[in-house]
């Protein structure tokens, strides 16, 4: 079998779909540190979650980092570089024995300097989980524009790509 892109956020091909190596998963507690993160209100989350929820800082999670494929953030126009960190896990879907690398690649005109860590990813099982950071640093020269880049972890089979796009506050 040759190698076929797996996207996160958008873009579907079915066939790739099937075996997709890696897996970004979510549960319930996920999506409601997402919502306390984004300041729901108690009536709120209870009408959303069928249940009582109490935010604490413990269950509160920067919409940021809610672990979906897709990275993106929107900072506050300043004159000074910038600097996000995004944090992710994955889960091995793929075989057992399988060593992901990551690739960052810059969309035309992007400024961006994306460091992954660990860059290496080594799964022994399937079903198994690894957490990664993805550091994006930067200036904000041209905040007409969004600065976007692609992480793409490899194993040679799948090639599994997430999209990273930063944009300044105010600027569309």
Known sequence: MG?????????????????????YEMDKADHIAFLCGLNYTADTLALIAGE???????NK???????????????????????????????????????YKS????NQGSKLNVKVTPSVLSFKTVS???SFTVTVTGSDSDP???SSANLIWSDGTHNVRSPIVIYIDGAY
Do not use: W
């Open 3 to 23: 190698k076929r892109a797996t996207y996160g956020a958008g873009h579907v091909d079915p066939i790739a779909a099937t075996n997709p190596g890696l897996v």
């Open 52 to 58: 009582t929820i109490t935010c604490t800082k413990e």
């Open 61 to 99: 999670t920067l919409p940021r980092n809610l672990n979906y494929p897709s990275m993106s953030a929107q900072l506050p126009r300043s004159e000074s570089s910038l600097t996000v960190t995004f944090n992710r896990t994955v889960t091995n879907v793929g075989t057992p024995n399988s060593t």
């Open 103 to 106: 690739k960052v690649v810059l």
């Open 128 to 130: 198994e989980k690894k």
């Open 144 to 146: 007409k524009l969004p």
